[in-house]
């Protein structure tokens, strides 16, 4: 528990590594920037192939459009970094919530009475039905504030009615049931875990049109899996030691149970997982892009650079370059894994 | 194991199938612009650009009705009160939408009467002004939002005032259905049963019977094409997978055997490198020292059906095999590798080697065939992750497998082929897991003391 009182020093790798990855992401928010100003890769025919280290205005040659390959690479970051990063920031979010509920409640911690259940069955059997005529008689508002009022009308009516049927007219009613919270989980994760990543990716891209921000959304859905996993495995094993169950005893709220105790622990494992399962998405993203699917054809990105650069091997540069640029992404995130999971294990 | 107990179990096995199946397929139901014809939904509408509304609803109608999706989805659905009357009028089928938005918004009787107008007056009435009308009525019924509903009200009786007939009794029937309000009824839903008739059911009894549909883009039956590129990925599984076994063996025992080797340290950093390097490029850098070196993709022609050796033996083919290798041995070399290490300390081992045992033969006899139980699992991973591995060099080597058959279906919108194949590949990797779950029942002796 204890943090050593001087963070040893970083070794060279390391310190390459942090700069890297920061010039990555300046990379990427100066991609950001000259988008918004509309300032965008231009394709010029007659300027094509020209090899680098030449020109000074084509300082790594120009691709098979006459595209200046510094300015290709430097909007692909943003598209790479867009696509590593936030999705896997709210898949850990997702994985954090949702392995923690499902330790901690277990499968005995869910328990619902009878009554209730059957009570909010029916009521959302009548959310449902009565739904169509709401629209209806509501036809003027907008369809996402008319959804709202609904669910908030909805939530206004039925909760109270089972906070107050407290105690059911019928036996049966009281009769509790428990809900295994962590056994389906468990199902959840294996469902997810059937395909390898890429062909979950590749078959869920289908359901929606190609987009930075879709596939975004498909990458978080796919990539929350493991650290539910590794969350839910540490809250498991932490439960067993005898500072939880003294904080236990002691009433201490779950809120704070969680900052102080479970967060300290499980820091160390997710940082690693996030910089391992990130340094992974850089390559999906660019095999995603190699292929062709998930992105529209109008989004630069290193792999479509490598797609098109198979058909002209002489043009090494077109192969050189960004495989650089995505190996040392790909290193750097795991050089500094490596460095968060030997800080864990010490 | 009893009887009763293989029983359940294989009953669970098939419900699971059955299960996993159908949502596939329902799931796949939801799909966008999954009921049109192929072209209608690009966003360039090169093929239909030109159609006017009347010809796409019709072109769409065909579709439906060629394909039976005009059917209902499942056994039972839900549908609104008031549809479910539009239907009983039992209209044309040019006016099915517009009649049951009609009747949904203004009743059914008024809906009723403008509908029998509109008969009399579509036999008489010029067939442009008939178009038009038709054209204004479908937009009525398609629109949403309030505001474009009731302009396009005024729109179609503006329109039906200015058209030349005598009586105009039309636009009087127009104007009478528009002042009136269907009853709030009409917008709840009802339960409806729909017997056999309805797509689910045709599908599952033709996958019972084989038939897995046929393409939208070359009318071909879907397994006649999965099983053409099953070919070529079964060779390229193969020849990447066998080899891949052997290497990762023979690699692991030498790293137990040697572990202070300068050798060990150099390869082992370097599988560490591989098994982070995203397969196509490793794919890419074999094709391009292959082409550097004057190589060439050429497969020789060949009379008749190819058999599986003769695949093969094509270059491209034993490339891509080489690229999968790649792409497995890093990770199932170090895991083996970790595992034999792992046993190689244990004391059994240290108790052979006191007997008299040589390290080696230590290694082989005592700590191997613990070290290759863990591997096992690893091992069916690795096979049902071999299929992504395969994806990649199909499509660079320009291979027709099942990978570049999955990537040209989705980049095509041919739904039938992806489900096609999104079953395949659930059914191989429940016959991996399957045949994995049999091997540890006979390999593990525990297992066998028990029962």
């Given at each position: 528990?204890?943090?050593?009182?001087?963070?040893?020093p970083?070794?060279?790798?390391?310190?390459?590594?942090?700069?890297?990855?920061?010039?990555?992401?300046?990379?990427?928010?100066?991609?950001?920037?000259?988008?918004?100003?509309?300032?965008?890769?231009?394709?010029?025919?007659?300027?094509?192939?020209?090899?680098?280290?030449?020109?000074?205005?084509?300082?790594?040659g120009?691709?098979?459009?006459?595209?200046?390959?510094?300015?290709?690479?430097?909007?692909?970051?943003?598209?790479s970094?867009?696509?590593?990063?936030?999705?896997?920031?709210?898949?850990?979010?997702?994985?954090?919530?949702?392995?923690?509920?499902?330790?901690?409640?277990?499968?005995?911690g869910?328990?619902?009475?009878?009554?209730?259940?059957?009570?909010?069955?029916?009521?959302?059997?009548?959310?449902?039905?009565?739904?169509?005529?709401?629209?209806?008689?509501?036809?003027?508002?907008?369809?996402?504030?008319?959804?709202?009022?609904?669910?908030?009308?909805?939530?206004?009516?039925?909760?109270?009615?089972?906070?107050?049927?407290?105690?059911?007219?019928?036996?049966?009613?009281?009769k509790?049931?428990?809900?295994?919270?962590?056994?389906?989980?468990?199902?959840?994760?294996?469902?997810?875990?059937?395909?390898?990543?890429?062909?979950?990716?590749?078959?869920?891209?289908?359901?929606?049109?190609?987009?930075?921000?879709?596939?975004?959304?498909?990458?978080?859905?796919?990539?929350?899996?493991?650290?539910?996993?590794?969350?839910?495995?540490?809250?498991?094993?932490?439960?067993?030691?005898?500072?939880?169950?003294?904080?236990?005893?002691?009433?201490?709220?779950?809120?704070?149970?969680?900052?102080?105790?479970?967060?300290?622990?499980?820091?160390?494992?997710?940082?690693?997982?996030?910089?391992?399962?990130?340094?992974?998405?850089?390559g999906?993203?660019?095999?995603?892009?190699?292929?062709?699917i998930?992105?529209?054809?109008?989004?630069?990105?290193?792999g479509?650079?490598?797609?098109?650069?198979?058909?002209?091997?002489?043009?090494?540069?077109?192969?050189?370059?960004?495989?650089?640029?995505?190996?040392?992404?790909?290193?750097?995130l795991?050089?500094?894994?490596?460095?968060?999971?030997?800080?864990?294990?010490? | 194991?009893?009887?009763?107990?293989?029983?359940?179990?294989?009953?669970k096995?098939?419900?699971?199938?059955?299960?996993?199946?159908?949502?596939?397929?329902?799931?796949?139901?939801?799909?966008?612009?999954?009921?049109?014809?192929?072209?209608?939904?690009?966003?360039?509408?090169?093929?239909?650009?030109?159609?006017?509304?009347?010809?796409?609803?019709?072109?769409?109608?065909?579709y439906?009705?060629?394909?039976?999706?005009?059917?209902?989805?499942?056994y039972?659905?839900?549908?609104?009160?008031?549809?479910?009357?539009?239907?009983?009028?039992?209209?044309?089928?040019?006016?099915?939408?517009?009649?049951?938005?009609?009747?949904?918004?203004?009743?059914?009787?008024?809906?009723?009467?403008?509908?029998?107008?509109?008969?009399?007056w579509?036999?008489?009435?010029?067939?442009?002004?008939?178009?038009?009308?038709?054209?204004?009525?479908?937009?009525?019924?398609?629109?949403?939002?309030?505001?474009?509903?009731?302009?396009?009200?005024?729109?179609?009786?503006?329109?039906?005032?200015?058209?030349s007939s005598?009586?105009?009794s039309?636009?009087?029937?127009?104007?009478?259905?528009?002042?009136?309000?269907?009853?709030?009824s009409?917008?709840?839903?009802?339960?409806?049963?729909?017997?056999?008739?309805?797509?689910?059911?045709?599908w599952?009894?033709?996958?019972?019977q084989?038939?897995?549909?046929?393409?939208?883009?070359?009318?071909?039956?879907?397994?006649?094409?999965?099983?053409?590129?099953?070919?070529?990925?079964?060779?390229?599984?193969?020849?990447?997978?066998?080899?891949?076994?052997?290497?990762?063996?023979?690699?692991g025992?030498?790293?137990?055997?040697?572990?202070?080797?300068?050798?060990?340290?150099?390869?082992?950093?370097?599988?560490?490198?591989?098994?982070?390097?995203?397969?196509?490029?490793?794919?890419?850098?074999?094709?391009?020292?292959?082409?550097?070196?004057?190589?060439?993709?050429l497969?020789?022609?060949?009379?008749?059906?190819?058999?599986?050796?003769?695949?093969?033996?094509?270059?491209?083919?034993?490339?891509?095999?080489?690229?999968?290798?790649?792409?497995?041995?890093?990770?199932?070399?170090?895991?083996?590798?970790?595992s034999?290490?792992?046993?190689?300390?244990?004391?059994?081992?240290?108790?052979?080697?006191?007997?008299?045992?040589?390290?080696?033969?230590?290694?082989?006899?005592?700590?191997?065939?613990?070290?290759?139980v863990?591997i096992l699992?690893?091992?069916?991973?690795?096979?049902?992750?071999?299929?992504?591995?395969?994806?990649?060099?199909?499509?660079?080597?320009?291979?027709?497998?099942?990978?570049?058959?999955?990537?040209?279906?989705?980049?095509?919108?041919?739904?039938?082929?992806?489900?096609?194949?999104?079953?395949?590949?659930?059914?191989?990797?429940?016959?991996?897991?399957?045949?994995?779950?049999?091997?540890?029942?006979?390999?593990?002796?525990?297992?066998?003391?028990?029962?």
């Amino acid at each position: 528990m204890e943090k050593p009182k001087t963070p040893s020093p970083l070794a060279w790798k390391e310190k390459l590594a942090f700069l890297w990855l920061v010039l990555f992401t300046c990379a990427a928010g100066l991609s950001q920037v000259w988008i918004s100003l509309g300032y965008d890769v231009q394709a010029v025919p007659e300027e094509a192939y020209r090899p680098p280290f030449r020109l000074m205005q084509h300082l790594l040659g120009t691709d098979q459009l006459g595209r200046d390959v510094l300015l290709y690479l430097i909007h692909g970051c943003r598209t790479s970094w867009l696509l590593a990063f936030p999705p896997m920031a709210l898949a850990t979010l997702v994985g954090i919530l949702s392995g923690t509920i499902a330790a901690t409640l277990g499968n005995n911690g869910l328990k619902i009475s009878l009554g209730k259940l059957f009570l909010s069955g029916l009521l959302l059997l009548a959310l449902f039905y009565f739904y169509p005529l709401f629209q209806w008689s509501t036809r003027q508002w907008s369809g996402a504030f008319q959804f709202a009022v609904y669910i908030g009308c909805a939530l206004m009516i039925s909760y109270p009615l089972v906070k107050v049927s407290q105690k059911s007219f019928f036996k049966w009613g009281n009769k509790k049931v428990t809900i295994p919270v962590d056994e389906g989980l468990q199902k959840i994760i294996g469902i997810w875990a059937t395909f390898p990543k890429l062909l979950l990716l590749l078959i869920l891209t289908l359901f929606t049109p190609f987009s930075i921000l879709t596939l975004m959304f498909w990458i978080c859905a796919t990539y929350w899996v493991l650290p539910a996993r590794v969350s839910r495995g540490m809250v498991l094993q932490l439960q067993k030691e005898s500072y939880y169950e003294t904080a236990q005893a002691l009433g201490i709220p779950f809120k704070r149970v969680f900052t102080h105790f479970m967060w300290p622990q499980l820091k160390g494992p997710l940082l690693t997982n996030f910089c391992f399962a990130a340094s992974g998405l850089l390559g999906i993203g660019s095999t995603l892009a190699y292929l062709g699917i998930g992105l529209p054809a109008d989004v630069p990105s290193w792999g479509k650079m490598l797609a098109n650069a198979r058909f002209s091997l002489e043009a090494w540069w077109l192969i050189a370059f960004p495989s650089v640029v995505l190996l040392a992404s790909i290193f750097s995130l795991q050089v500094i894994g490596h460095k968060f999971s030997s800080q864990a294990k010490a | 194991m009893t009887l009763p107990q293989v029983s359940l179990r294989v009953l669970k096995f098939f419900f699971t199938l059955w299960f996993t199946v159908s949502c596939v397929f329902l799931v796949s139901r939801l799909l966008p612009s999954v009921n049109n014809p192929r072209g209608l939904a690009d966003a360039d509408s090169t093929v239909y650009g030109t159609s006017n509304q009347n010809t796409l609803q019709k072109i769409t109608s065909d579709y439906l009705t060629r394909t039976g999706y005009n059917r209902p989805l499942f056994y039972f659905s839900f549908q609104l009160k008031g549809l479910e009357t539009a239907e009983n009028i039992k209209p044309m089928a040019e006016a099915t939408r517009w009649l049951s938005a009609a009747v949904l918004r203004h009743g059914v009787v008024p809906s009723q009467a403008f509908y029998k107008e509109w008969q009399n007056w579509k036999k008489t009435a010029p067939p442009e002004k008939v178009n038009q009308l038709q054209e204004h009525l479908q937009r009525w019924a398609g629109a949403e939002l309030n505001e474009e509903i009731s302009s396009l009200k005024k729109m179609i009786s503006r329109f039906l005032q200015t058209t030349s007939s005598d009586e105009n009794s039309l636009s009087k029937t127009w104007g009478k259905l528009i002042s009136q309000n269907a009853p709030l009824s009409y917008h709840l839903p009802l339960l409806r049963w729909h017997g056999k008739d309805n797509v689910y059911h045709a599908w599952l009894s033709g996958l019972l019977q084989g038939d897995l549909g046929t393409s939208t883009v070359d009318y071909k039956p879907v397994y006649q094409k999965i099983g053409s590129a099953l070919h070529v990925s079964v060779g390229l599984g193969l020849l990447g997978l066998l080899p891949a076994l052997l290497a990762s063996y023979l690699l692991g025992f030498a790293f137990t055997l040697h572990p202070t080797s300068v050798y060990t340290s150099v390869l082992r950093h370097f599988l560490y490198f591989l098994d982070s390097v995203p397969g196509f490029m490793i794919t890419l850098v074999v094709f391009g020292i292959y082409f550097l070196a004057g190589g060439s993709l050429l497969v020789p022609f060949s009379s008749g059906e190819p058999d599986l050796l003769q695949t093969m033996g094509t270059p491209p083919v034993l490339l891509g095999g080489l690229c999968i290798a790649f792409f497995i041995i890093p990770h199932l070399t170090l895991q083996f590798y970790h595992s034999l290490q792992t046993q190689s300390r244990s004391l059994y081992t240290r108790t052979a080697m006191a007997k008299g045992l040589s390290y080696r033969r230590s290694l082989r006899v005592h700590a191997l065939p613990n070290a290759l139980v863990p591997i096992l699992t690893l091992l069916s991973e690795v096979v049902i992750g071999l299929v992504s591995g395969v994806l990649i060099v199909e499509i660079t080597f320009s291979l027709q497998g099942i990978g570049s058959l999955l990537v040209k279906s989705i980049l095509s919108n041919d739904y039938p082929v992806v489900v096609g194949i999104t079953l395949f590949l659930l059914v191989f990797r429940l016959a991996v897991t399957t045949f994995t779950d049999f091997l540890y029942l006979v390999l593990d002796p525990r297992n066998q003391s028990n029962t």
